[in-house]
């Protein structure tokens, strides 16, 4: 089992920055990436960016030059740097850990955490 738990959503005016934290706990050593999807209202969920543990990224086209995915393997943590934020990356966010158990692979989800973009 892995747990995590994000942090770093809030309210912040077009233009601005964000950056969200996923912390996992749990069997770690059978996680082999990690991502942030999204969803909005009426909107159907979507993958923003993905972290390998080799360090290979992917992004969304919607984020790339904006967001960038990091990961601190010593904290267990990714962080989604989000810049030059826009209203239509208004939705909940969560983090997604892919990990391969006994031959078995699962993905475990976190909470979500909601990130407003208004003026």
């Known amino acids: 089992q892995v747990q995590l738990v994000e942090s770093g959503g809030g309210l912040v005016q077009p233009g601005g920055s964000l950056r969200l934290s996923c912390a996992a706990s749990?069997?770690?050593?059978?996680?082999?990436?990690m991502a942030w999807y999204r969803q909005a209202p009426g909107k159907e969920h979507e993958l923003v960016a993905r972290?390998?543990?080799?360090?290979?990224?992917t992004y969304a086209d919607s984020g790339k030059g904006r967001f960038t995915i990091s990961r601190d393997n010593a904290k267990n943590t990714v962080y989604l740097q989000m810049n030059n934020l826009k209203t239509e990356d208004t939705a909940v966010y969560y983090c997604?850990?892919?990990?391969?158990?006994?031959?078995?692979?699962?993905?475990?989800w976190g909470q979500g955490t909601q990130v407003t973009v208004s003026s």
């Open positions: 997604n850990a892919a990990a391969l158990i006994r031959g078995v692979s699962y993905g475990y």
């Open positions: 749990g069997s770690i050593f059978s996680i082999n990436a």
């Open positions: 972290v390998t543990n080799s360090g290979s990224t």
